[in-house]
C-alpha cells in the first residue's frame, strides 16, 4: 500500500492555500479602500467646519456696530460686477491667503486655518413710503461671504457661501 500513494493530499492543500491567500488579499485590500474612505470623509467633515467657523466669522464682522473699509484689504471688497469704479476684486487664485481674511487659532487640527472674504453688494432698495403705513421703508446693504475651509491633509478644501443683509 506504501508505494500507491501519488500526493493528492499536497495538491489538495494547495490548492485550499491558494484560494486562502486570494480571499485573504482580497480582504486587505477591502479594508485598505474602506480605510481610506473614512479618512477623507474625516477630512471632508474637518473642512466644512472650518469653513463654516470661517462664515460666522465674517458675519460677526458684519454685525458689528461700524463696519470696516472695504477697500480690497483684510478680506473686505466691493462688488465689481457693476458699475462700482473704485474696486479691486478678489483673487480667488491667491492660495497665499494675502487677500483673504485669516481665522486665526482655529484650533480644529486643520492644516490651514479658514478664511473668508465678503464682497459689499449694491444697495438694495431707497427710503421710501411704505404702501400700509407712513413710516419710511429704510434701504439695507447686501454682502455677499465666501469662506473655504482646509482638512486635516493639504489636499482638501470646502468652499461655502452665504448672503448677509444688513440694515
Not at 489538495?12 to 486587505?28: N, P, Q, Y
Not at 479618512?39 to 473642512?47: E, I, L, P, Q, V
Not at 454685525?63 to 473699509?69: M, V
Amino acid at each position: 500500500m506504501r508505494n500507491r500513494q501519488q500526493g493528492a493530499v499536497l495538491i489538495v492543500c494547495l490548492i485550499f492555500m491558494l484560494i486562502m491567500t486570494v480571499i485573504s488579499a482580497s480582504a486587505l485590500q477591502s479594508t485598505t479602500l474602506q480605510e481610506r474612505m473614512a479618512g477623507n470623509a474625516r477630512d471632508t467633515n474637518s473642512a466644512f467646519q472650518a469653513a463654516e467657523a470661517a462664515l460666522r466669522a465674517a458675519e460677526r464682522v458684519l454685525a458689528g456696530a461700524s463696519l470696516p473699509a472695504f477697500n480690497g484689504s483684510n478680506g473686505l471688497f466691493r462688488d465689481c460686477s457693476g458699475t462700482s469704479t473704485a474696486c479691486t476684486p478678489p483673487d480667488w487664485s491667491d492660495r497665499s491667503a494675502t487677500s483673504w481674511a485669516t481665522v486665526s487659532q482655529f484650533g480644529g487640527g486643520v492644516h490651514r486655518d479658514p478664511q473668508y472674504i465678503v464682497e459689499e453688494l449694491t444697495v438694495q432698495g431707497s427710503p421710501s413710503t411704505s404702501l400700509d403705513a407712513d413710516l419710511a421703508v429704510m434701504p439695507y446693504r447686501v454682502y455677499r461671504i465666501t469662506a473655504r475651509g482646509f482638512g486635516v491633509s493639504s489636499n482638501s478644501m470646502v468652499v461655502l457661501r452665504s448672503i448677509y443683509r444688513r440694515q
